[in-house]
């Protein structure tokens, strides 16, 4: 992992009332452990750029996981890194402890990938995960759709396109968020459905959920089918405090 | 100063020379050559026909003036989808090539659309972006990209102080503004835009807009002086700032018959516009 900026960690408990999310939660929380933002499978720069621009302003310091371990991207093109060849999980092994995952815009359509996400969720971590969808080939979407199934349980509908060029307007299709703290987020053109069972809707898109909030094993995994990262970077107010309010609720836990 | 027109306003069905032979009868120093927007100049034109271009041009006895494009209408620099916004950049790079090859030193480009599903702020990190990508490129090919102020089409940079603020934004000297004075319709003052903008204006383009149309299905662009432009403050705002550069004709075909007599009339007042008899 290549450490990218080394800003205060505000991951401190500080006594602060555990959050209602992880009530039932039987192990202690811990207040150390990395945040590893996951550069290799987007495949949306502006998406990482966003919550890379958000945890810098706030001062906090995480980990981005490179594909390649290279230099950054320049700013606003798509991954290159999104076909190549993914790191071994034996690379992407640390011994550190993984207490926040952020995949934006993911592409997830590698088995390693996302088994190594699903241990990394299960020892404790929590994953908040951008559906990339909108921007893989139906093939590569195939391959993520099964993925998502068969390692957390959730189904991953086809990405509608929520724009219409013909027809009357009928209003912009804001994502409404419940969780951590209700926001109302502009879309990104796109959106994907999702269902998962004993699996709590967090956001929903004029009525359907595109944002879904599971536990696995010792952590939680937050699931989006439209991505909060390009709004992140366009410096929107409401991404950016629904990304705050997410940012205490999963590093306290 | 010096006159040019579009060579997309060549009537249809005529043949490139036919075209540029009005032009040079008309009294016009140059052409602006629009690539993708006229059957001789496409994204697939190679560099030898580019080059067959400028020989045309050049043995019409005229220059090219600058490159424009209408591309970027479908392929906005500011799309969300990142392949289209590449498509943009590939456009713009193009532009650049040709520009070097023709012999200009300006190319035209519709920076971004700000549209009701893509906001604002988008539009304006992805162009700022994109420009600071695009100007180096620019720099080594001794050509500057000229943002076009397409203000109630693209509903950006709506003010001379907010594309003032872009362009620092940038922070790229070879990128300033390809001013329309007829694009500012009732949102402003071309000559206003002249003063604060002056040393970063690359190009400019003429029309004339009727600030009572425009707002139901009439085009609001009209001929010179039949609209609502001050063609006396712009001009004095010209002199103001020492603008020396190309005048270009860009307007709607709106003769209905004899539509070479379109160039001459716009000529004629160019001409009136250049030497302040107005």
């Known amino acids: ?73 320049s700013a606003f093109t798509p991954s290159p890194g999104r076909l190549r060849r993914p790191p071994s999980p034996r690379r992407l092994r640390t011994s550190t402890f993984t207490s926040l995952i952020i995949a934006p815009v993911a592409s997830l359509t590698d088995f390693d990938q996302v088994r190594w996400l699903r241990e990394r969720i299960e020892q404790g971590a929590t994953a908040l995960v951008e559906s990339g969808a909108a921007y893989l080939t139906p093939a590569e979407f195939q391959v993520q759709k099964s993925l998502m199934g068969s390692e957390f349980g959730i189904t991953v509908m086809n990405p509608v396109k929520l724009w219409k060029r013909d027809g009357p307007f009928d209003g912009v299709p804001y994502v409404d968020f419940t969780w951590p703290s209700p926001a109302r987020i502009r879309d990104f053109s796109h959106a994907v459905s999702l269902a998962a069972d004993d699996a709590e809707t967090i956001a929903t898109q004029r009525g359907k959920v595109v944002g879904i909030k599971r536990r696995l094993g010792n952590g939680a995994l937050i699931f989006l089918g439209s991505p909060v990262g390009p709004h992140l970077l366009t410096g929107d107010p409401e991404a950016r405090r629904w990304f705050e309010s997410f940012w205490e609720r999963a590093i306290r836990s | ?34 690539l993708g927007d006229v059957p001789w100049f496409q994204m697939d034109t190679t560099d030898a026909q580019v080059s067959a271009l400028r020989r045309k041009v050049e043995n019409a006895g005229l220059v090219v003036s600058n490159v424009s494009t209408g591309l970027h209408w479908r392929h906005p620099l500011s799309a969300r989808d990142p392949k289209l916004r ?31 599903e893509v906001p604002y702020n988008e539009v304006y990190r992805r162009c700022v972006a994109a420009m600071q990508e695009l100007a180096p490129k620019a720099e080594r090919a001794g050509t500057r990209i000229g943002c076009e102020n397409c203000n109630s089409e693209q509903k950006f940079l709506l003010s001379p102080r907010e594309f003032l603020q872009f362009l ?3 922070n790229e000297p070879s990128v300033g503004l390809h001013l329309d004075v007829g694009n500012i319709h009732d949102t402003g003052f071309a000559e206003q835009w002249v003063e604060i903008l002056g040393p970063q204006i690359t190009r ?13 299905c009439d085009s609001v662009y009209t ?11 712009i001009r004095a705002a010209l002199t103001k700032v020492g603008y020396d550069g190309w005048l270009v004709a860009e307007m709607e075909r709106r003769y209905s018959c004899a539509p070479d007599q379109q160039f001459y009339d716009t000529a004629a007042a160019i001409d009136r516009v250049i030497s302040g008899r107005l």
Not at chain 1, 38 to 43: K, V
Not at chain 2, 205 to 210: A, I, W
Request: hydrophobic content about 40%; proline content about 2%.
């Open chain 1, 1 to 73: 992992m290549t450490c990218v900026s080394a800003g205060s960690c505000a991951c401190g408990l500080g006594g602060a009332a555990r959050p209602a999310l992880f009530e039932h939660r039987e192990v202690a929380p811990r207040a150390t452990g990395t945040v590893v933002l996951l550069r290799y499978s987007c495949a949306l720069a502006e998406s990482l750029y966003g919550y890379q621009m958000a945890l810098l302003a706030a001062g906090k310091r995480f980990d981005a996981l490179t594909h390649d371990f290279s230099a950054e991207d």
């Open chain 2, 223 to 233: 001929n010179l002086f039949l609209g609502d432009n001050n063609w006396p403050a």
């Open chain 2, 204 to 216: 400019i383009h003429v029309k004339d807009s009727m600030k009572k149309r425009g707002h139901c």
């Open chain 2, 1 to 34: 100063m010096k006159k040019s027109i579009g060579d997309n306003e060549i009537p249809q069905g005529w043949t490139f020379e036919r075209g540029l032979e009005l032009i040079k009868k008309a009294g016009y120093d140059g052409v602006e050559l629009w």
């Open chain 2, 168 to 170: 620092k934004d940038v």
């Open chain 2, 86 to 116: 590449q498509e943009g950049i590939r456009i713009v790079e193009r532009q650049i090539e040709a520009s070097h090859i023709l012999g200009t030193d300006a190319i035209l480009v519709v920076a971004g659309l700000v549209t009701e």
